[in-house]
């Protein structure tokens, strides 16, 4: 299990991760002092626990817990502090606990009473540059080109449904729904949930009878957070935008005229 801890103060931070190493020696802990890195890290990564200093002069911590929360809706935040002033607008993302120094006696009681689980795979689309699949950093490899084409247009088109037509009039040049190409794309959507679902990701793609779609709440995206303006810091398009599909050429200049 990954454990974050952020914290601009560094000799905190660090202090604070000695702690978690000495009670959870077997998960990996990270520091991170910086809170754009600490998102993109955790969007891409994803993590069991955060903990994140917080004060009534510290807003940092809070709008990196808030930020989290809202766009991973399942993360288990611990706020850690000095006193007890921002108990209840800690609470107010749902944290876990509150920790008021000193710590070491709550963490193994926190560890216990974990809000969320924390095996759950994360995935992210990269979509800026080459369109790719991550799941918990590591690149997700397709058996066939057409499946990762089929998530790349769903990403694109940001979870509206598409129907079996449409998808054939995209990933076919001449756009011709022909019986083979029908049962082309049966294979393809049947290899993209089956490699989802090796990974336990099987479930960001919805599917019915005649039309499929991407459960955008269950994926992080770079596209996404620039469109959304969330973490824009971090996801800086780049005039880059799925490269190897020339239908993204639609909403690539989409992008730069904004």
Same mark, same amino acid.
């Given at each position: 299990? *990954? ?11 660090? #202090? ?10 077997? +998960?990996?802990? =990270? ?43 399942? =993360?288990?935040?611990?706020?850690? #502090? ?6 209840? $607008? ?14 070491? *006696? ?54 509206? $449904? ?5 998808? =054939?009039?995209?990933?076919? $040049? ?5 019986? #083979? ?16 679902? #090796? ?25 996404? +957070? ?6 824009? +810091?971090?996801?800086?398009?780049? *005039? ?9 050429? =639609? ?5 730069? $005229?904004?």
């Amino acid at each position: 299990m *990954r454990l974050v801890i952020a914290d601009t103060d560094n000799s905190a931070a660090q #202090s604070m991760a000695e702690l978690v190493k000495s009670s959870f020696p077997d +998960d990996e802990t =990270i520091v991170f002092g910086n809170k754009g890195e600490a998102i993109s890290y955790i969007r891409r990564y994803g993590c069991g626990v955060l903990f994140v200093r917080i004060s009534r002069d510290f807003r940092w911590g809070y709008e990196l817990a808030e930020n989290l929360c809202q766009n991973q809706q399942r =993360i288990n935040v611990v706020f850690f #502090s000095d006193s007890p002033d921002c108990a209840v $607008e800690a609470f107010n993302v749902y944290a876990v606990d509150y920790l008021i120094n000193p710590v070491e *006696r709550r963490l193994q009681k926190i560890m216990e009473n974990l809000r969320y689980p924390t095996e759950k795979n994360r995935v992210f689309l990269q979509c800026f540059g080459n369109f790719e699949v991550f799941v918990n950093g590591t690149p997700l490899r397709f058996p066939r080109a057409k499946a990762k084409e089929i998530l790349a247009y769903l990403a694109d088109r940001r979870g509206a $449904e598409c129907s079996m037509g449409q998808l =054939i009039s995209v990933l076919w $040049e001449d756009g011709e729904d022909t019986p #083979s190409r029908s049962s082309n794309l049966r294979n393809a959507i049947g290899c993209l949930k089956k490699t989802l679902d #090796s990974v336990g990701a099987g479930d960001i793609i919805v599917k019915t009878r005649n039309n499929i779609r991407l459960d955008t709440k269950a994926v992080d995206c770079d596209y996404f +957070d620039y469109i959304d303006k969330k973490a824009s +810091d971090v996801h800086n398009f780049r *005039r880059e935008y799925m490269l190897q599909y020339s239908w993204s050429e =639609i909403t690539a200049g989409r992008l730069v $005229e904004e």
